[in-house]
């Protein structure tokens, strides 16, 4: 099993920037394939973007790409988000997720999630 805590949501006005960070514990072998979702009111799911287990590559989202960054600490087994230029549009709940089956960002299927934190972006 694996427990994923995120924190680092809020409030930030238009053009600003976040950094959301996601704490992994309960994997014993590689660092697993991981993504970053949000899921805004009335709104499906999105994968905004994700980083894999075999060699580190990422994806974004076209929504987020060029103004969002994924990485990884290894040694404080936590991902990051760093979120700049934020819109009002990217205000959702953000939710990271790991998935150890995949070594690749290719698949679809999540199998542990943590709690979500909410992004504001408001003036």
């Known amino acids: 099993q694996l427990l994923l805590v995120e924190s680092g949501g809020g409030l930030v006005q238009p053009g600003g920037s976040l950094r959301l960070s996601c704490a992994v514990s309960?994997?014993?072998?590689?660092?697993?394939?991981m993504g970053w979702f949000r899921q805004a009111p009335g709104k499906e799911r999105e994968r905004v973007s994700c980083?894999?287990?075999?060699?580190?590559?990422?994806y974004y989202a076209d929504s987020v790409k060029g103004r969002f960054t994924v990485s990884r600490d290894n040694g404080k087994k936590t991902m990051y988000l760093q979120m700049n230029s934020l819109k009002p549009e990217d205000t959702a709940v953000y939710y990271c997720?790991?998935?150890?089956?995949?070594?690749?960002?290719?698949?679809?299927?999540?199998?542990?999630w943590g709690q979500g934190t909410q992004v504001t972006v408001s003036s």
């Open positions: 997720a790991a998935a150890p089956r995949y070594r690749t960002c290719q698949g679809n299927t999540y199998d542990f």
């Open positions: 309960g994997f014993t072998l590689k660092y697993p394939t």
């Open positions: 980083i894999s287990s075999s060699d580190g590559s990422t």
